[in-house]
């Protein structure tokens, strides 16, 4: 299994659609090989489309807001005193997370396909939030899956998809979270994929949607590239890249120009849910050594029982709540280009205080898992390294968790 | 597979008259004890038998179907018990076809060299795995066939005319051809001629296939597609399992009631 240099990480799949030959796929009911591969077809001449790409081009500029700043965080760098802490605050673009870039572009292909209904899942209810605002823009019908448990822990953001017309589909089979949010949400499509698009709110499901996502969050690394560039001159010598880890989009985001470096360069990080410290349950598939197995049309590490009945997952963050993981991310593992740790509920909480305290920045809980990683191993490092962390989401809709959980400690 | 027990089974109907019965049914609901009771007295009356592995992610299944697998899982039901209930009810009914039908990651795990293998063991007669369409279950379905086994082809509505005259050409002695967009047990939202229509694009491509059509066939809906080789009821079958658990009836009891007025329907 070995990465290709020069090519997107989104486009090195087999004619299958597998990457390093096992991960990803399409495992998929018959009624969903037609639209799926409509979608496919669509999505292959637009990416190819000048028209599309500046259209594109606009909505990110002018609607999402590109690009997110830069910052340098100078207080809680002194405070640990070793390697430079960075952020990319991706929690900038409208909407406040990492998800509107997803949305946006599926709303692009909606349009261009002529659908007028657009269904979406949200663990966190940002990749929710921001498909509503992005159909409410384009002037689609959407309706959201969300577990039950989800809706009551981010209210904030069903408020938001509700102010934007959205209907959210409460899902209360399973552990009533994201995955069964995602399930329901198949199984919506297989019953009106003729005048419905679906969009997968991570690079997750059946290979066509990895590669949409994929292609839509790396504008974070284009952008960060050049900011790079412009701050420091050159690519700096010692760098790490910190993202948490869910579904894998925003970490895809932010890696995917950086891929092609060598790992001693550039090391990309990626940060698990570890959930609760005391709690045998967690969302890590990737850190905490799961077996392969298919999950929502793809095959990646899935937190599964010997029997192949997928686990329950526990985590303070709802965005990371999830069995599986991104089947890009299992190849970036297998292929050792990025390594992949996990942060617990506690540690993540811990990370959010300390950042807050330090700096004017409000990461959520999902980035506070990357944040918890930083400060872990920043201390060590020497001064000349630069670790920068994607804040990719804006604590806004953790308001009530953080109330509860920071009284009560 | 000429001489495959499934074939026979839609001879027999013909012979009668009428189109095959198939009755689905989730292993393990609601106990081991009790489906296996459920499967025996049905196949008095249903021409093939379906048996579902239980799934907890299940991604085309509707609710009814949805509830009778978590109340498996709930209550124990292992991919080794499946086969044991099958090797059970075939040690009784041995003219009987089974047909299992699931979720390939259950397959993944199991192994599917080791999967064929007990399905050989425990006479299986037939695969259904929901999620792995063709062509990526080339290989899967050739094994099956090595092993005697029917790998069933999946058809909707959605299957562009190439796509049709492929899986045709792959499939072996049956097609399920799913009536409509829908995950099992929606209501029927399409007209039984349309339906049938589709139907026969699919069998005068190849007339000796065995074409069933499921998805939305109840009591009220299935004298309307009587024309078709076979006809598939499942949903409105574990409704009836969770109806008679809610109302403390005796479900074994109200499934054969249920089973004989569908055949009944069709005769």
Redesign the interface.
């Known amino acids: 299994m070995k990465l290709k240099k020069g090519i997107p990480l989104i486009d090195q799949h087999d004619k299958?659609g597998f990457w390093g030959g096992k991960f990803g796929?399409?495992?998929?009911?018959?009624?969903?090989?037609?639209?799926i591969e409509d979608l496919t077809n669509e999505f292959q001449k637009l990416r190819k489309n000048k028209k599309f790409l500046k259209k594109k081009d606009f909505y990110f500029k002018n609607y999402v807001g590109s690009p997110t700043n830069f910052i340098k965080l100078e207080n809680l760098s002194n405070y640990l005193d070793g390697a430079q802490i960075w952020a990319k605050v991706v929690s900038e673009a409208n909407g406040g997370a990492h998800k509107i870039y997803n949305a946006t572009v599926h709303a692009l292909i909606c349009k261009a396909m002529g659908k007028k209904y657009i269904i979406g899942d949200t663990g966190a209810g940002y990749a929710g939030k921001m498909l509503s605002m992005a159909a409410k823009k384009f002037g689609l019908r959407c309706k959201i899956f969300m577990g039950a448990k989800d809706i009551k822990r981010q209210k904030p953001n069903c408020d938001a998809m509700r102010r934007n017309g959205a209907e959210i589909v409460p899902v209360y089979?399973?552990s009533q979270t994201l995955?069964d949010a995602v399930?329901e949400c198949?199984?919506y499509w297989?019953?009106?994929?003729?005048n419905t698009h679906m969009c997968v709110g991570s690079t997750v499901g059946p290979n066509i949607f990895v590669k949409i996502c994929g292609w839509s969050t790396a504008q974070i690394s284009k952008e960060l590239k050049a900011q790079l560039k412009e701050k420091f001159k050159k690519i700096p010598k010692k760098l790490k890249l910190i993202n948490c880890v869910g579904g894998g989009s925003s970490a895809y985001g932010f890696w995917s120009e950086f891929i092609d470096f060598n790992k001693k360069h550039i090391e990309l990080i990626g940060v698990e849910a570890g959930g609760p410290k005391k709690s045998l349950l967690h969302a890590a598939p990737l850190s905490r050594n799961a077996?392969?197995?298919?999950?929502?049309?793809a095959?990646s590490y899935?937190c599964?029982n010997?029997?192949?009945?997928?686990h329950e997952t526990e985590s303070i963050s709802a965005g990371l709540d999830y069995p599986g993981v991104s089947p890009i991310h299992c190849f970036l593992k297998d292929t050792k280009r990025a390594r992949y740790t996990y942060a617990t509920d506690e540690e993540a909480l811990n990370a959010y205080q300390l950042v807050t305290r330090f700096e004017k920045l409000n990461p959520s809980l999902e980035p506070s898992h990357a944040f918890a990683e930083a400060i872990k191993i920043a201390p060590k490092l020497s001064k000349d390294t630069i670790i920068i962390v994607n804040s990719c989401g804006d604590a806004k809709k953790d308001r009530d968790i953080l109330k509860e959980r920071l009284v009560r400690n | 597979m000429k001489n495959s027990l499934i074939n026979q089974s839609f001879e027999n109907a013909k012979k009668e008259n009428r189109p095959a019965l198939l009755t689905f049914t989730v292993a393990g609901d609601n106990t081991k004890k009790k489906s296996l009771e459920i499967l025996k007295s049905i196949s008095d009356y249903a021409d093939i038998c379906e048996v579902g592995f239980p799934h907890n992610t299940p991604i085309a299944d509707g609710g009814q179907i949805q509830t009778s697998a978590y109340r498996a899982i709930k209550n124990g039901i292992k991919i080794n018990d499946v086969f044991s209930i099958v090797r059970n009810f075939k040690r009784s009914k041995k003219d009987k076809p089974v047909i299992l039908m699931g979720y390939y990651n259950m397959v993944y795990q199991y192994n599917e060299n080791k999967f064929i293998s007990q399905c050989k063991k425990s006479k299986v007669d037939g695969l259904i795995i929901v999620d792995l369409p063709y062509p990526e279950n080339k290989i899967f379905a050739a094994k099956c066939k090595k092993n005697n086994i029917n790998f069933i082809q999946l058809i909707s509505p959605t299957t562009s005319k190439l796509r049709l005259k492929k899986i045709i050409n792959d499939s072996h002695d049956m097609i399920y051809y799913i009536s409509m967009l829908s995950t099992t047990g929606g209501k029927l939202k399409v007209s039984a001629k349309e339906i049938i229509t589709q139907y026969q694009i699919i069998k005068n491509h190849n007339k000796s296939k065995n074409v069933v059509i499921g998805f939305g066939i109840t009591e009220k809906t299935i004298k309307s597609l009587k024309k078709a080789d076979g006809l598939v009821v499942g949903s409105a079958i574990c409704k009836e399992i969770t109806r008679s658990i809610k109302k403390r009836q005796n479900t074994v009891t109200n499934v054969i009631n249920l089973v004989k007025r569908l055949k009944n329907k069709i005769k």
């Open positions: 299958h796929g399409s495992y998929i009911p018959e009624t969903l090989k037609k639209p089979s399973g995955v399930s198949m199984r297989v019953s009106n994929c003729d077996k392969i197995g298919i999950l929502h049309g095959a899935v599964q010997s029997e192949g009945q997928i």
